[in-house]
């Protein structure tokens, strides 16, 4: 039985008030049968983790160097990121491929680092509106799985597979639930093509792209659906709670 995750992502926003405020009272809110994280700005993770100490809240990174340490002016490896209480990190977010240039090979490193360090690791794919418009979507997320090596993953419950359409993220576009459920149905299938059946039926499936309390049910009803990765909305703690009590919501 695989436990539903809500993860949120804070990108570069917040201060560090705001940042503690935001995380104690989603630390409160949350319910007791679904797994919850934030990735806080890197700044903000070390003052976020001593107000969620003791609680159910999961803490996460929103990227990390590749290397596990040395000279690499401006980075934070894995090891410094366990230190302060990190149980996830995100690899391969849109932002980081899109913007930030980031090639499927170091998305591919930075991922194999993340889990070996012994962390979570939310790998994300996802098509951009020109590649969905050519009916490359499917595509799109085979070439980006296969940047998961099949030899390291030993512990289905350490990776998560984040869907992420691209034109989804932080436009209010949100994809549909079947689209949602076509993707994570081709990811799992693709898993199991790499890594067994066993690891495919035990790795968590994320959608993200514009959730909200008004969209999240439906698409959590979705059978291969095991989750959402939050941005915006993630920044408000009464939309982000609500979020995570999906269940009530959908009742
Ligand atoms: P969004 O961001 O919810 O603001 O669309 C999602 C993400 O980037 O993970």
């Not at 949100?174 to 689209?179: E, L, N, R």
Request: hydrophobic share 40%; glycine share 8%; proline share 4%.
């Amino acid at each position: 039985m695989r436990t539903k995750f809500i993860a949120g992502n804070w990108k570069m926003n917040l201060t560090k008030t705001s940042s503690i405020e935001l995380a104690r009272a989603i630390a409160r809110a949350i319910p007791n049968n679904v797994d919850v994280g934030v990735a806080p700005p890197f700044v903000y993770i070390d003052a976020v983790a001593s107000v969620i100490a003791g609680s159910k809240l999961l803490l996460g990174a929103q990227d990390v160097h590749c290397e596990q340490g040395g000279a690499f002016t401006g980075e934070i490896c894995v090891p410094m990121l366990k230190d302060l209480g990190v149980k996830f990190c995100l690899s391969g977010h849109s932002e980081r491929r899109h913007i930030l240039n980031e090639s499927s090979d170091l998305v591919s490193k930075k991922t194999h680092t993340i889990y070996s360090g012994g962390l979570i690791v939310i790998h994300c794919v996802g098509e951009t509106l020109e590649q969905r418009d050519s009916n490359q979507t499917l595509n799109v997320i085979r070439s980006q799985l296969s940047e998961l090596q099949p030899k390291i993953i030993t512990d289905p419950n350490r990776l998560v597979i984040a869907y992420e359409p691209v034109w989804a993220i932080g436009t209010g576009e949100v994809a549909t639930p079947d689209d949602a459920q076509e993707a994570a149905a081709a990811i799992r299938s693709r898993v199991s093509e790499f890594h067994g059946t066993e690891t495919a039926a035990s790795v968590r499936i994320l959608y993200g792209g514009s959730v909200k309390p008004g969209n999240v049910a439906p698409i959590m009803a979705q059978p291969d659906v095991d989750g959402a990765l939050v941005g915006g909305a993630s920044l408000d703690a009464g939309q982000f709670a609500q979020i995570c009590r999906y269940r009530e919501l959908a009742a």
